[in-house]
């Protein structure tokens, strides 16, 4: 199983990014997917969440800011990302979770600075 984010960057304050995870060797349809990310220094916290039936949930800190989404066909979750602020700096990581599995794909950084 391989779970490969990009989509990283440097943006400015008020800018927007779209990030992808896309799955390999996995039924992918079956696994709820997730979005966490981990700024300097802090724990890693979850962003996002895209149950496999699309049900969508966020923390309140990126509430009508971030979109989570997923093609089921193209085995690949994003994460649209609109209005960015410096302390959305981090390293994002993506997540797959089922009943009896879960992965973690590798981080892409995601810079919000002026």
């Known amino acids: 199983v391989q779970l490969q984010a990009s989509g990283g960057g440097l943006v400015r304050p008020g800018g927007s990014l779209r990030l992808s995870c896309a799955a390999s060797?996995?039924?992918?349809?079956?696994?709820?997917m997730a979005w966490h990310r981990q700024a300097p220094g802090k724990e890693r916290e979850l962003v996002a969440t895209?149950?496999?039936?699309?049900?969508?949930n966020y923390i309140d800190s990126v509430k009508g800011r971030f979109t989570i989404s997923r093609d089921d066909a193209k085995k690949t979750a994003y994460l649209q990302m609109h209005s960015l602020k410096p302390e959305d700096t981090a390293v994002y990581y993506c997540?797959?979770?089922?009943?009896?599995?879960?992965?973690w794909g590798q981080g892409t950084l995601v810079t919000v600075s002026s």
């Open positions: 060797r996995m039924p992918f349809s079956l696994y709820d």
């Open positions: 997540y797959a979770r089922s009943w009896i599995n879960t992965y």
């Open positions: 895209v149950t496999s039936g699309g049900i969508a």
